[in-house]
């Protein structure tokens, strides 16, 4: 049995954890303090890490793992053999040459075994049939599949459903049985069983389905993870209840795989644990839990979590000064994903940019040498035509405090008490650029209004002896 440690190490590699694979596959490879020595499990742990750009994976692949264990695997693992040996890795080569032979067949499982003797096959096998050699594939049959996936899910299906029978008769029943024997995929076992879990039909789910996903998720294949969990909560990914499912929920199973799924960057699958945590029938349901697996849904791109974080935020706006700050990021990421609902949350959270009246007539009279000799003001009047801020607006904001990213705050009832906070949404490049270059002007000085550019009185007259005559005497009348 694996020492505590070892066991940290496993539950590391099964959620996805690339170092916890290398360091897995290693243990496997040369045998741990607990775990014995295993090379076909050693070549599972290391490829999967190499897949995550682990260089000493493939070394370590091309070094030790021998062509009769790579056999099988052909061609996952070919790419791997082929960059050790171009790195000098002399027992790469050999394997390679090895593996251009027409291969054996070879286990898809290490703990494969022939199906019971009364159990009838309907098969014809044949020395070239995939299950001749105790359920074994071809590399050759491997790449028919391949193609098939590619080409037409329903031919894919039509094809693997003869291999799928005997493999889930020699297969756990579970996942539960496949971690009590420490079943090991190998990957080929594994993409045929995620890809079969996907295009069965429900009415499979009470047996082939059901395997197939348990134990595609079991491997690690983290879309099996997600259906499994969803399957346990008896829900689809938008948190709706489903019909068919299991028959009595299992809302801590469910959980399991949801966070399996998520931690190997599955976005659906933080979301729907957030809709777990809602649910009035949850004995651990947690309000706070579930906005924190929301969010994280939301960081990862979400549309629908992304929504609900900006609808959330705006509802919580007067306990929170900044929230609605957060609201219309959210709501903006959103829309940028075409979310109707999104676009219209944010026609009320923030304001779309456009030039106000009384700045038109000055930009026109504006010339180089006028826009040299001030460049504070200068500055502070392109603010104003590109986000429509009113006259006072645009002489007292702070304008390192207003930049948020996504929005601009304009706040500036600390001097002008008649005003109103609002945002502005930044939605084009330009604004971008302009107020970037706008923002590091003001940096090395202070624009608070008892600073460096004085109070409003003070900055509307040097805006008005600043302007020619009649744009001066125009701007005064307004006031």
């Known amino acids: 049995m694996a020492n505590r440690e070892e066991l940290g190490i496993i539950r590391g590699a099964r959620a996805g954890d690339a170092d916890c694979q290398l360091a897995l596959g290693k243990l496997y490879l040369f045998g741990g303090a607990s775990l014995p020595r295993n090379v076909p499990t050693a070549l599972h742990w290391l490829e999967r890490a190499a897949r995550q750009e682990r260089d000493e994976a493939w070394r370590l692949i091309g070094s030790h793992i021998p062509v009769e264990v790579a056999r099988h695997c052909a061609p996952d693992v070919l790419r791997w053999y082929q960059r050790a040996c171009d790195e000098g890795i002399a027992a790469a080569g050999q394997v390679l040459a090895e593996l251009a032979r027409p291969p054996a067949p070879a286990p898809l499982c290490q703990h494969s075994v022939a199906p019971p003797p009364s159990r009838p096959s309907t098969l014809q096998r044949s020395p070239s049939s995939p299950l001749h050699g105790d359920h074994a594939l071809t590399a050759q049959q491997q790449a028919q599949l391949d193609q098939l996936w590619q080409q037409s899910h329903a031919a894919f299906l ?58 595609a998720a079991y491997g690690g294949e983290r879309n099996a993870q997600l259906a499994l969990g969803l399957w346990f909560a008896r829900m689809d990914g938008e948190g709706k209840r489903q019909s068919q499912g299991i028959a009595a929920v299992n809302f801590k199973r469910a959980i399991r795989w949801l966070t399996l799924a998520g931690e190997q960057g599955l976005a659906e699958a933080w979301f729907a644990l957030s809709r777990i945590y809602l649910k009035p029938e949850f004995s651990q349901r947690c309000v706070a839990e ?64 456009k030039e106000a009246d009384w700045i ?57 008490g008649r005003s109103k906070r609002r945002l502005v949404l930044l939605r084009t490049a330009r604004e971008r650029q302009a107020l970037d270059r706008i923002v590091r002007l003001f940096e090395a000085i202070d624009s608070g209004p008892d600073g460096w550019e004085g109070n409003y009185r003070q900055r509307l007259y040097r805006l008005k002896t600043w302007l020619p005559a009649g744009v001066a005497d125009e701007l005064l009348a307004a006031a």
Request: include cysteine.
């Open 158 to 215: 039509q094809q693997a459903r003869p291999l799928l029978r005997p493999l889930l008769a020699a297969a756990p029943a579970d996942a539960e049985a496949a971690r009590m024997a420490d079943w090991q995929p190998a990957p080929q076992l594994l993409a045929l069983l995620a890809r079969c879990a996907e295009l069965l039909a429900p009415a499979d789910s009470d047996a082939a389905l059901q395997q197939c996903r348990e134990l």
């Open 290 to 353: 579930a906005q924190g697996y929301l969010e994280r849904a939301a960081e990862m791109g979400h549309c629908g979590a992304q929504l609900e974080c900006g609808i959330y935020a705006w509802r919580n706006r007067r306990t929170d000064a900044h929230s609605d700050v957060r609201a219309a990021y959210w709501l903006q990421k959103a829309a940028a994903q075409g979310c109707p609902g999104a676009e219209a949350a944010l026609e009320r959270v923030a304001c779309v940019a």
């Open 360 to 416: 038109t007539s000055i930009v026109t009279c504006l010339t180089r040498e006028l826009l040299e000799s001030q460049p504070l003001l200068a500055a502070r009047l392109e603010l104003a035509a590109l986000f429509g801020l009113s006259r006072a607006e645009a002489l007292l904001l702070d304008v390192k405090a207003a930049d948020q990213g996504h929005c601009l705050v304009v706040d500036i009832r600390a001097s002008y």
